[in-house]
C-alpha cells in the first residue's frame, strides 16, 4: 500500500462586512476573513496539504485567486472538486490533522460542528480527521486580531 503525507498552510485577513466561515460553518463573529473565495482558511489549508500529498501543485494553481468563476464560492466545492482530482489521480484521503491560529473568535464551541462538517466534505468518519485550534497568546498579526491562519497535514492511499 503506497501512502503520502502533504501539508497545507493557509491565511487570510480578517476585515469587516464578511461572514466569518471555518470547516464550512458560519461563526458568528464581527468579522470574517477576506478573499476571493468564502477565504475558508481550514478547507484551504486542507486542500494544499490533500494536493501537496498527491504532487499535484497548489490551491493557487487550480483556483486561481484572480479567477471570477470562483469569486464568492463556498469553499466546500473546491474540495469536492479537489476530492475528484485525487481519485482521478488514483488516491483517496486516509486522515486529516489541522490546527487553526485565531486569537479571536473562541472555536472550542464550534470544533465538534466543524468537525462533522469537515468529515462530510472528505467522506471520513469522524475518528479519520482531528481539529484543533490556538491562539499565539497575543503574538504577531494572529494575536492582534488582523487575521487568522490553519495548518493542515493530510495523509493519502494509492487506490489499487
Not at 462586512?17 to 489549508?45: C, M, T, Y
Not at 472550542?108 to 462530510?120: N, T
Amino acid at each position: 500500500m503506497t501512502q503520502r503525507t502533504g501539508i497545507g498552510i493557509d491565511v487570510h485577513p480578517l476585515v469587516e462586512g464578511r461572514e466569518l466561515v471555518l470547516g464550512g460553518v458560519v461563526i458568528p463573529f464581527e468579522k470574517g476573513l477576506d478573499g476571493n473565495s468564502d477565504a475558508d482558511v481550514l478547507i484551504h489549508a486542507v486542500i494544499d496539504a490533500m494536493l501537496g500529498a498527491a504532487a499535484l501543485g497548489d490551491i493557487g494553481t487550480h483556483f486561481p485567486p484572480g479567477d471570477e468563476r470562483y469569486l464568492g464560492i463556498a469553499s466546500g466545492v473546491l474540495l469536492t472538486e479537489t476530492q475528484k482530482m485525487l481519485k482521478a489521480a488514483l488516491w483517496r484521503v486516509e486522515y486529516v490533522d489541522a490546527t487553526i491560529l485565531a486569537e479571536r473568535p473562541i472555536l472550542r464551541p464550534f470544533m465538534p460542528q466543524m468537525k462533522l462538517s469537515m468529515a462530510k466534505l472528505l467522506g471520513l468518519s469522524e475518528d479519520s480527521l482531528n481539529l484543533k485550534a490556538t491562539t499565539t497568546d497575543g503574538l504577531g498579526f494572529i494575536g492582534r486580531g488582523e487575521g487568522i491562519s490553519c495548518t493542515a497535514v493530510a495523509t493519502i492511499t494509492r487506490i489499487e
